[in-house]
Nanobody, 116 residues
Framework: QVQLVESGGGLVQPGGSLRLSCAAS????????MGWYRQAPGKQLELVAR???????NYADSAKGRFTISRDNSKNTIYLQMNSLKPEDTAVYLC??????????WGQGTQVTVSS
């Protein structure tokens, strides 16, 4: 069973940048498709970006051109570089490990607040 710990959230002004990290432990990291999701107050959980075991990436339309997901299998870590942040990006960001078979594992989340 993999365990996930997110970090890097915080308060940033509109137009600013943050880099989120998600460190995995307890299982073979390279076996998992990894994803970043977010949930804003009163809204449903939504996908932000995913990166497959082979490194293929896909993004939500809201993230395209501003966010970049990456993974470092040697460090068992994925990242989400977020640029040009907007107030509507405010949410709890959660890391997710998706195995080929079985249920996904979620981290505890990290708060991102974009406000002046």
């Amino acid at each position: 069973q993999v365990q996930l710990v997110e970090s890097g959230g915080g308060l940033v002004q509109p137009g600013g940048s943050l880099r989120l990290s998600c460190a995995a432990s307890g299982s073979t990291f390279s076996r998992y498709t990894m994803g970043w999701y977010r949930q804003a107050p009163g809204k449903q959980l939504e996908l932000v970006a995913r990166i497959s075991r082979g490194g293929s990436m896909n993004y939500a339309d809201s993230a395209k051109g501003r966010f970049t997901i990456s993974r470092d299998n040697s460090k068992n870590t994925i990242y989400l570089q977020m640029n040009s942040l907007k107030p509507e990006d405010t949410a709890v960001y959660l890391c997710c490990a998706e195995p080929l078979i079985g249920a996904p594992t979620w981290g505890q989340g990290t708060q991102v607040t974009v406000s002046s």
